[in-house]
């Protein structure tokens, strides 16, 4: 994207953009080898951008990936247990992504990797408290009481829960499938709340977070982000 040139100079750190300006003024800043003039824009990936003879560095494209998490996958960057790492399943991708938050790795369902660090620590920010929803399996049938204390918040080790939604319940002879959705997401939630109304997960899913949906991408394959689904999770 085109930006003006002493906003990509105050963004590269190297000055203050009323500064970049003087520069400019100067004739002291270039753009593919020509002197810039006041109001002149780039593009920080495509453009040679020198100021006082030095090179700006290239911005790195921003990457966005959605990706169905397979179970067993770490979503660490490294495991020393050598188990797969969710990022074996990104190919052919120029940029270097790495997960935004955590599954456990049993966990299944829609994973975002990204490079754009100040979108996955805004993500990840309780203050936003972003929806997301799992499909969880549990062993036995889900009792109302349990249903409720699962709604209405469960008293875990680290405090209680935030209320939930308990949604599309159905059962088998000797399990019971439902959505939870969350608003926050701490360190194996889900499988911590289902234990604590006695009902150990067998099976957990993520389906959604925020608005994007996992829908019926393949396990373990991944697509971009569409460009309008970018401009929206900027705006979470
Ligand atoms: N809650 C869990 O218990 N595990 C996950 O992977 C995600 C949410």
């Not at 593919?32 to 700006?56: F, H, M, S, T, Y």
């Not at 036995?140 to 209680?160: C, F, I, K, T, Y």
């Not at 971009?224 to 929206?232: K, V």
């Amino acid at each position: 994207m085109m930006e003006r040139l002493q906003k990509l100079i105050a963004a590269a750190g190297l000055g203050s953009r009323r500064q970049a300006e003087e520069w400019i003024a100067a004739g002291r800043v270039s753009v593919n080898g020509r002197i810039a003039a006041l109001g002149d824009k780039a593009d920080p990936q495509g453009d040679r951008i020198c100021v006082n003879g030095r090179e700006l560095p290239r911005a790195e494209e921003k990457v966005y990936l959605l990706l169905h998490k397979p179970a067993g996958y770490v979503t660490t960057l490294s495991d020393p247990q050598g188990r797969p790492i969710v990022t074996d399943l990104i190919k052919n991708c120029p940029a270097r992504v790495f997960p935004v938050g955590r599954l456990d790795a049993s966990t299944e369902g829609l994973l975002l990797l990204t490079n754009d660090g100040a979108l996955a620590q805004r993500l990840a920010h309780p203050r936003h408290k972003v929806d997301k929803t799992y499909l969880v399996k549990v062993r036995g049938l889900l009792s109302d009481a349990a249903r409720r204390r699962l709604e209405n918040g469960v008293r875990l080790d680290d405090g209680p829960t935030l209320p939930t939604v308990v949604e599309r319940v159905r059962t088998t002879a000797s399990n019971t499938w439902f959505e939870l959705v969350l608003r926050e997401g701490r360190n194996r939630q889900v499988r911590r709340m289902c234990e604590a109304v006695g009902y150990p997960v067998v099976r957990l899913k993520r389906l959604r977070v925020g608005f994007l949906e996992l829908g019926d991408l393949e396990v373990g394959k991944f697509r971009p982000l569409t460009r309008h689904e970018i401009l929206r999770l900027g705006e979470l």
